[in-house]
């Protein structure tokens, strides 16, 4: 599947749909990358070209295909880290105080 259809996997009911199911077992930090992508994806301000990361590697989260499947126990996850991680980097200039706070802002609703 090439990184376009991957955006195409994308949607915010699915991207909350996984995250209620990968709660507890991705980690914490991995959850507020998803959510700070998520938050920065949905900001007018936001270039379109980091949307199209954005989207692709939240789109690769939600994907039921994966390079490694979620089912595999321990590793299940690691592409899917990966991936997230790789996004953060490519677009960190343009994710603001606002989209980390509202991270973690989500990140003390469920959490508390």
């Known amino acids: 599947m090439s990184k376009l259809s991957y955006s195409a996997e994308y949607s ?3 991207f909350w749909k996984k995250m ?6 991705i980690g914490y930090e991995t959850l507020e990358q998803a ?13 379109t070209w980091c949307k199209g990361v954005i989207y692709s590697s939240l789109g690769y989260l939600i994907s ?3 390079a490694i499947p979620d089912i ?4 299940g996850y690691s592409d ?5 991680s790789a996004a ?17 802002d989500q990140l003390q609703r469920w959490f508390t």
């Open 12 to 14: 915010d009911s699915g």
């Open 64 to 66: 039921p295909l994966d």
């Open 72 to 75: 595999t126990p321990v590793v």
């Open 80 to 84: 899917d880290i990966a991936i997230l």
């Open 88 to 104: 953060i980097v490519t677009v960190a200039a343009h994710i603001k105080d606002e989209h980390v706070k509202n991270a973690r």
């Open 20 to 25: 209620g199911k990968v709660i507890g077992k």
């Open 35 to 47: 959510l700070k992508l998520y938050y920065a994806a949905r900001d007018p301000d936001t270039p």
